[in-house]
């Protein structure tokens, strides 16, 4: 894979952060001052990050298990998570929107690992393709800097952009994961 393929896998796990961090921007009561903003950004994008390596090893550790389907087992991962995000994305409603808290610390860790499951298969799947330790170290970091960036993005522009621009980004994301996915399913079949 491409860096700029690897950029785009990072951006497309992003947006369910982006969504999630708008929300909260929408729903926090007055301004976040700088330490709450850090402390909400440092959050999404570690788990996010963290997660993506944590799927690498451990799909590492069975590739060699599932060599001949490993682009099938990237298709159907990355796709089942793009699915996912655009159905979710389609079947919200604006009345969801509030009750999101960012500044809870309960509730930011159990929304930074809801937010971070995909990670996990977006990892594995990365394994399967057999991504090389380098380039997994460069992925997980432009997976923290564009999570923390969505974030941030999210969290400023929340009250300037209403709740509307949260479903559209998730389906967004979607499809860029499907994208992703088919093009490893293309690449490993024409071989």
């Known amino acids: ?21 708008l929300t909260g921007g929408i729903c926090t009561r007055g301004s976040l001052c700088v330490r709450q903003i850090l402390r909400i950004i440092f959050c999404f994008a570690v788990f996010q990050a963290g997660l993506t390596f944590a799927g690498w090893l451990l799909g590492y550790s069975v590739s060699d298990y599932i060599s001949k389907v490993d682009h099938w087992v990237a298709f159907v991962l990355l796709g089942y998570i793009g699915v996912k995000m655009i159905i979710e994305g389609c079947s919200k409603k604006e009345e969801e929107v509030s009750g999101t808290s960012l500044l809870n610390t309960r509730q930011l860790v159990l929304l930074s690992v809801a937010t971070s499951i995909d990670a996990v298969a977006v990892g594995i799947s990365l394994a399967m393709v057999k991504l090389s330790f380098l380039k997994i170290g460069i992925t997980t970091a432009m997976v923290l800097a564009c999570t923390a960036l969505a974030s941030l993005a999210g969290l400023l522009g929340g009250r300037r952009l209403g709740a509307g621009i949260g479903r559209k980004s998730e389906i967004l994301g979607g499809l860029i994961l499907i994208a992703i996915g088919a093009k490893i399913l293309i690449e490993h079949l024409s071989v």
């Open 1 to 21: 894979m491409s860096y700029i393929e690897l950029f785009l896998l990072a951006a497309g796990l992003c947006f369910d952060t982006f969504a999630v961090s």
